[in-house]
């Protein structure tokens, strides 16, 4: 997973390689994402956020995380963790030795799920953005009860 490396800097972990082609596209996409809930575009990466998956951060209040489909519980983490949320969706990590299909190994609707529970539960919206590869999503969460 290099290209988060050449992102931030940082590699917590290695769940395999991408060829210098593949990095280089998926640099471009995960530069910028669209806000799932303002519709604003072209909303930068914060690289100031010390954290191992993208932050986007939008005007409008919305902050979203991303990844690819084995790494969305870690990033359900991450975002509850950006919003001050101690609660987490991620289940322990098992070893494999099928390198293809680590994605098997949790349920994302079940994270998603969960994630909404707790949102709701700390006054936050969560939603989800499906991209163009069916392997990727993000991650969106909004405050929408400001007293919470
Ligand atoms: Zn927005």
Redesign the pocket.
């Known amino acids: 997973m290099s290209f988060w490396s050449r992102l931030f800097g940082t590699v917590k972990h290695d769940k395999g390689s991408l060829s210098d082609q593949t990095e280089s596209n998926v640099d471009a996409e995960w530069s910028r994402a669209e ?1 799932e ?2 519709g ?1 575009q072209g909303i930068e990466c914060d690289q100031a956020a010390r954290y191992l998956y993208p932050i986007w951060k ?3 209040g ?1 902050i979203g995380s991303g990844a690819w489909l084995p790494d969305l519980d870690e990033v359900g983490d991450q975002l509850l963790d950006v919003l001050g949320i101690t609660a987490r969706v991620s289940e322990p990590c098992v070893p494999t030795d099928h390198p293809g299909i680590t994605m098997q190994r949790y349920d994302v609707d079940k994270v998603e799920h969960s994630m909404t529970e707790i949102l709701r539960n700390h006054g936050c919206e969560f939603r989800v953005t499906l991209k163009k590869n069916p392997n990727e999503r993000l991650f969106w969460a909004k405050r929408i009860n400001t007293s919470a």
């Open positions: 806000c809930f303002c604003q939008c005007s409008c919305a």
